[in-house]
């Protein structure tokens, strides 16, 4: 059964710094990764999808990584601001399928001015 | 990009008493729909998979004649919590496929009292 585990649950860091979340599942069989940011109370807002045969992608100060045989992913924020604040969710989609993802429980960030 | 909306944003309902809510893909067909649940401090857990004009395929461990889902139209489905209780509250997110990629909605907050 696929497991997704973020490390770590939250965090705090002052604006400007760069920041790096981390994203593991258990089974290396999987059609895509994406990140998501989630505001309070809040839908899903897509940062980065990485298929599987990728490494990683990047879109402004984002760039997530995929190590597909070891089971991991890291979303780097640079230059973070406040309005990075939100919790971030990595979630897998089983492989052969789309949209059945599973998703971790997410990191939640706060970026101090 | 791709738009899927949710309506109502925010319901309180009764305990025992039934509520809808609607998914809809504003500029795009959506064969496949997706329908998530996420508890506080918890991972989004997909509940079912929504397919028009067919049933839909619910996840172990999910009541389909608690939670019904009808997918009528390409670009519609709905979910309705049948004699709801509190442990229904909840939030609960649709999402959509579009080529490669998934869109969420933005959610529905379920406050059964």
């Known amino acids: 059964k696929q497991e997704v585990t973020q490390i770590p649950a939250a965090l705090s860091v002052p604006e400007g710094e760069n920041l790096v979340l981390n994203c593991s599942f258990t089974?290396?069989?999987?059609?895509?990764l994406q990140w998501f940011r989630q505001d309070p109370g809040k839908g899903l807002t897509s940062l980065l999808l990485?298929?599987?045969?990728?490494r990683e992608q990047t879109s402004g100060r984002l760039n997530a990584s995929l190590d597909k045989s070891s089971g991991r992913s890291t979303l780097y924020i640079a230059a973070s601001q406040p309005g990075d604040s939100a919790t971030y969710l990595c979630?897998?989609?089983?492989?052969?399928?789309?949209?059945?993802?599973?998703f971790g429980k997410g990191t939640k960030l706060s970026v101090k001015p | 990009g791709a738009v899927v909306s949710q309506h109502p944003s925010r319901v309180i309902c009764k305990s025992g008493t039934s509520v809808k809510i609607e998914c809809r893909s504003l500029?795009?067909?959506?064969?496949?729909m997706f329908w998530y649940r996420q508890f506080p401090k918890k991972s989004l857990m997909l509940m079912a998979t929504?397919?028009?004009?067919?049933?839909?395929?619910?996840e172990q461990g999910v009541e389909k004649d608690k939670f019904l889902i009808n997918h009528a139209s390409l670009t519609l489905s709905t979910l309705t919590v049948t004699s709801a209780h509190p442990e229904d509250s909840s939030f609960y997110i649709c999402?959509?496929?579009?080529?490669?990629?998934?869109?969420f909605g933005p959610g529905t907050r379920l406050t059964v009292t």
């Open positions: 990485i298929q599987s045969s990728q």
């Open positions: 929504s397919n028009e004009g067919s049933k839909a395929t619910y």
């Open positions: 999402s959509a496929i579009t080529g490669y990629e998934q869109y």
């Open positions: 500029d795009f067909q959506a064969t496949t």
């Open positions: 979630a897998v989609s089983p492989g052969g399928s789309q949209g059945n993802l599973i």
């Open positions: 089974d290396s069989a999987i059609y895509n």
